[in-house]
């Protein structure tokens, strides 16, 4: 059964910044893509940040347009980890954030196609 738990939400200033975690079980896939998508209060959810590890342990990333610049990913396959390190945060960067995985090494824009999801956590920026 996989399992993903995601950590290090909390309150901050505009221009602040915060490091989310998300720790995976269960999850044996070598060749796959994890991935951050966040969920503002009235919005549709969507995707922030992939990052895909291939067979030999290549990581490939991408990043959606508004946090590029912004925000870095990163995967720890052997700690089966994945991270998000967010700076200049912003009020619209207001979310909760959830982190994603899949079965293999396939990704897609559209929050529906994702395999497994952890609880969220909650990314508030207010002054």
């Known amino acids: 059964q996989v399992q993903l738990v995601e950590s290090g939400g909390d309150s901050v200033q505009p221009g602040g910044s915060l490091r989310l975690s998300c720790a995976a079980s269960g999850y044996t896939y070598i060749s796959r893509c994890m991935g951050w998508l966040r969920q503002a209060p009235g919005q549709e959810r969507e995707w922030v940040a992939v990052v895909c590890s291939g067979q030999i342990g290549q990581l490939t990333t991408v990043y959606a347009d508004s946090v590029k610049g912004r925000f870095t990913a990163s995967q720890d396959v052997a700690r089966n980890t994945l991270s998000l390190q967010m700076n200049n945060l912003k009020p619209e960067d207001t979310a909760l954030y959830y982190c994603?995985?899949?079965?293999?090494?396939?990704?897609?824009?559209?929050?529906?196609?994702?395999?497994?999801w952890g609880q969220g956590t909650q990314v508030t920026v207010s002054s």
């Open positions: 994603a995985a899949n079965r293999g090494h396939y990704w897609s824009r559209n929050v529906r196609e994702w395999d497994y």
